[in-house]
């Protein structure tokens, strides 16, 4: 029985923990939170902080695990990197894990190796002279965290005068207190998640995204068929490719934001290492592909062949539960709410819990997930569910 680490042991690192022992493999699994989840469900774990590369590894080497993984948070990318390399396990380079925790790194490279048309960047610090950056910056532009995640710490800056604001408020949002300013792109924005296997890369899906009216520039679902002409989705998937290969990233899961322009324009705008959030893993991709995506990702960690065989597949549309904030006073019966909508319910509302509104992706309580034969219904079904919580669980 070959033994596999997942770093991280949240709600959606849960989803990862069971397929893998659903599987037949001894899980194993580190969280700093003592009431995560998956420690449910692990065989084994301990409570490490994932960011803590030398405890995870001692944690990894005293129970001679055959495989790690991290899923669905960038905290985890170069801690699953560190300890494959100590350990010589499957795994992405240290030096690659290192260059996608940076945004602007990141960007650098794909402009060099001409992967998309953005052309601006600039990276900024608080010794940055914000003031000479803002008289040469062609507006408008997007300033984010340089090592953000879920849409935290990111504005659209249109004059010079509010550049410096932007830039300290990216800079709060980024632990290496580091932010991005860069041409800001007017499109619909998309998703692509991928595998990478010894070396070559399989792009296994293109999602449409759909997203918060601004100032906020958080995910609300995704879809699957993206909604795309094919050959701009054939285009999107030679831009990824290309993407990943000039950021040398030789092993596992790459999750990928890009907005796409009426023009057919292609932008990529972030890329994580590691399985995407938002039931990507355990919903979109297997549902809307027929490809056993978790399984594939585990098989891959652990050194076994990978199945991307696939199965039947759907039209998918996700919504997250995301609401304009108050105290839950009625959770419905869920099981009821999925018989009455046909839609599948994930989310850790509880009764008297207070709900912010929704402007970052932490705001989300859960999400809700339709199939159908047709895109439209699929979203049909999603949005008639998330009109029902709305209007239901903040009732007095
Ligand atoms: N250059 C840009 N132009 C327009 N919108 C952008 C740009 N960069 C980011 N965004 C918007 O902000 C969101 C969050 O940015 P992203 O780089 O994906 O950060 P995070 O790591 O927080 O997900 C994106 O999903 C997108 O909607
Ligand atoms: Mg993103």
């Known amino acids: 029985m070959k033994r596999v680490l997942i770093i991280g042991a949240g709600f959606l690192q849960d989803f990862v ?31 490490v902080n994932i960011v803590d590369e030398k405890a995870c590894l001692e944690y990894a080497k005293a129970n001679n695990i055959d495989g790690v993984l991290t899923a669905a948070t960038d905290y985890g990318v170069l801690t699953a990197a560190y300890i494959a390399k100590e350990m010589g396990l499957p795994g992405l380079k240290y030096e690659v894990a290192q260059l996608i925790k940076n945004k602007y790194e990141v960007r650098k490279c794909l402009y060099e190796n001409h992967v998309d048309d953005t052309e601006q960047a600039y990276e900024v610090h608080e010794d940055t002279n914000i003031e000479e950056l803002a008289r040469k910056i062609v507006y408008p532009v997007m300033v984010k965290p340089c090592d953000g995640s879920g849409s935290r710490g990111a504005s659209r800056v249109d004059r010079a005068e509010d550049l410096k604001e932007a830039c300290e408020y990216a800079i709060a949002g980024s632990i290496t207190n580091r932010a991005e300013i860069e041409t800001f792109i007017t499109g619909r924005e998309y998703g692509a998640e991928s595998l990478v296997i010894n070396g070559e890369v399989h792009v296994l899906g293109v999602m449409q995204k759909w997203m918060t009216k601004p100032p906020y520039y958080a995910e609300l679902g995704h879809s699957i068929p993206s909604d795309l002409k094919t050959e701009v989705e054939e285009k999107v998937k030679k831009c990824v490719t290309n993407a990943i290969k000039a950021l040398g990233v030789n092993f596992g899961s790459v999750n990928m934001d890009m907005l796409i322009t009426e023009d057919g324009k292609v932008y990529i705008i972030d890329i994580g290492a590691r399985m995407g959030g938002n039931m990507i893993g355990p919903c979109i991709i297997p549902y809307g592909t027929g490809v056993d995506y978790m399984a594939a990702m585990i098989q891959n960690a652990v050194g076994d062949s990978v199945d991307l065989n696939k199965e039947d597949k759907c039209a998918v549309a996700t919504r997250l539960l995301a609401f304009d904030g108050g105290i839950v006073k009625i959770l419905p019966n869920m099981e009821e709410v999925e018989k009455q909508f046909d839609v599948e319910i994930y989310h850790h509302l509880e009764e008297g819990m207070k709900v912010n509104e929704y402007h970052t992706n932490l705001d989300g309580c859960g999400y809700i997930v339709a199939k159908a034969e047709t895109l439209k219904e699929a979203v049909y079904k999603a949005e008639a569910a998330l009109d029902y919580f709305k209007r239901v669980i903040f009732e007095e």
């Open 17 to 47: 923990i069971c397929k893998a022992k659903e599987m037949g493999y001894e899980t194993h699994a580190v969280d700093a939170d003592p009431n995560a989840i998956g420690f449910k469900h692990a065989d084994h774990y301990a409570v």
